[in-house]
């Protein structure tokens, strides 16, 4: 069974940092590409940050471009989402999730995480 379980998320002021994991289970990890999205209340859910697996290239939505570093840990299983610079804006429940391929342009997300509250305080 595919299992994904995020963690990491909290209360921070504006400008502080997090880092978020997402441990994963039930399938070869180093083979798929692991992405992060993000929901607040009332938007629709958006791509954050995709890492592939192949070669650990990552990709960022403009909105946390320099702020926000996936790396990971093969070994280990887990993702992680450094978060630094947090804004009131970036407050939303974050999810991670298992690409159906090891490289994230054109991956198709179908295993979701329970997600994890991030809430930034102005």
């Known amino acids: 069974e595919v299992q994904l379980v995020e963690s990491g998320g909290g209360l921070v002021q504006a400008g502080g940092s997090l880092r978020l994991s997402c441990a994963a289970s039930g399938f070869t990890f180093d083979d798929y590409a692991i992405g992060w999205f993000r929901q607040a209340p009332g938007k629709e859910r958006e791509g954050v940050s995709c890492?592939?697996?192949?070669?650990?290239?990552?990709i960022y939505a403009d909105s946390v471009k320099g702020r926000f570093t996936a790396s990971r840990d093969n070994a280990k299983n887990t993702v992680y989402l450094q978060m630094n610079s947090l804004k009131p804006e970036d407050t939303a429940v974050y999810y991670c999730?298992?690409?159906?391929?090891?490289?994230?342009?054109?991956?198709?997300?179908?295993?979701w995480g329970q997600g994890t509250q991030v809430i930034v305080s102005s």
């Open positions: 890492i592939s697996s192949s070669d650990g290239s990552t």
């Open positions: 999730a298992a690409g159906d391929r090891s490289w994230c342009p054109g991956a198709h997300f179908g295993s």
